[in-house]
């Protein structure tokens, strides 16, 4: 006999995201999915079953993050935090407010963005002039810079003498003076002389982090770097404590680190890491990081950048290096998971995974062989591809991770990235549409803290390639109203499906989430209204009103009062 359900969903919609399956009411037992169906369900109710009125809103999978990095972000929350505002003089208040407060030795941000800057630069004059005594640091928006002051650049060494690393690049002055801002590795070069967060700041970290996530609607993600990277210290048993101990709520997928000059015995360490994970985090997946980004022109692309003719960006990994490494961990049972922003970069990656593959397959169209079905390869970020790599990603089954949200004309890509871009660069820029089109599936994620980790902003950039309404980077006329590329435009059905069935796929959590099947986990999110019902100008404005895992309720905005059948 079935049991009765602990809790059933009625009064609004049910967005199964298995294929455009609607329904009228959702059951849910022991933490699963029961059913989904009609009114009809509403006799299974027992003497305990609450009833949840969803007063004509509507019930998803929760939501699924394919691409963040949630414990960075809980340490921006806890560091100054220049996230939320936009401007020199906001950047400048901020700074000053948090510096006269802070008595530690160092002064630390993130969450900058460039286009405030004259130039689209920072300088070490602008901090100097905040924080004359101690070292300061302030890590860029998209995490690929860092700008510091000339404190930070006696303690590093750092002058006109020093040398730039091989992948990264010190921003100089006309006499070769550093300016303050350090590029891609050239951070390291810092960062090898700043305190890093202990093991109890990386736990209040993931906690401030998760706790945001959930008032998102956010149910699991993939953590797009599991190790000691990009200034911040190995976060790999701060995943796997939180699992073992039990408050690791979300199901956490872990994109292990890999290192540049990795080896064999780096494959080895990888696949102990893999085995030692526990509970609810995994860790099946390899972050390999090939560009950077274009705005300062390390993203690597085939023709050079305007005004810059001797810049085509850079490859972190020599391409053979990279078809080796793919190799081997490919070999060894991961998926692999690849930062690419230009379009040198992605043909990098795709040729990387093409040789992979069995010779035999080459050149075939292999997304029904069980082998490439099993995998769950993706690159992330595609700002710019190859028309005929489009359609190279769909052949070789190769998920696209993308970040909606960066798809607009907003300042900082109008300002300091579109003058770079060459007219065919500007037009094969965020091409989701095409991506859809051409069969890749999409899965979404948002890159916290490089750009806001909701999900409802990034479909409302998705659907109407324009900014949401409050993001406070994206105010101004041609961000909310002026599309761009409005071609690439995707359905709405599509961008919730990258968020949940799309995303649990590349996150390899499809078997027990991503979309209202029975039997898989009762991860759900509840809306005020439903995203198909509304105007697609008004998708940025939803509000989550509860979000649950396995069942249970770990964020309510809502008046919420149990209703138990008598």
Partial sequence: MTPAPDLIFSGGTVLTMDGDRTASVLAVADGKVQAVGGEELLATRGPRTEVVDLAGGAVLPGFQDAHVHAIAGGLQQLDCDLSGVHGAQEYRRAIAAFAAHHQGPWVEGSGWYGDVFAGGFPTREFL????PERPAAFASHDCHSLWVNSRALDLAGLDEHTPDPADGRIVRDGAGRPTGLLLEGAVDLVHRVRPLPDAQRLRQALRRAQSTLHAAGVTAWQDAIIGEALGLPDNYETYRAAAAEGWLRSRVTGALWWPRGGAGDDVARLIARRAAA?????ATAVKIVQDGVCEN????????????????GLSFF???????NVRDLVAAGFDLHLHAVGDRAVAECLDAIELSVDPTLHGRDIRESRDVREVRHQIAHIDLID?????RMARLGVIANVQPLWARQDPVLVETKLPYLDEGHQHH???????HRAGVTLAMGSDWPVSD???????????????????PHALDQRSQHDPLLPEERLPVLTALQGYTRCASRANRLDHVSGTLTPGLDADLVVLDRNPLDVPATELGSL????????????????????????
């Fill in 128 to 131: 100097d002039d905040l924080v």
């Fill in 278 to 282: 526990v509970g609810r985090f995994t």
């Fill in 453 to 471: 980790p909701t999900p409802l902003w990034g479909i409302h950039t998705a659907v109407n390639r324009t900014a949401p309404p409050a993001d």
């Fill in 543 to 566: 509000r989550v009103r509860a979000t649950a895992i396995a069942g249970a309720f770990v964020h309510e905005a809502w008046d919420r009062t149990p209703t138990p059948t008598a």
């Fill in 387 to 391: 028309p005929a790599d489009v359609h």
């Fill in 429 to 435: 820029h965020f091409v989701f549409g095409a991506l």
């Fill in 297 to 312: 022109l390390t993203a690597a692309v085939k023709r050079p950048y305007v005004g810059r003719p001797e810049e085509t």
């Fill in 318 to 324: 020599d391409p053979q290096v990279l078809a080796e």
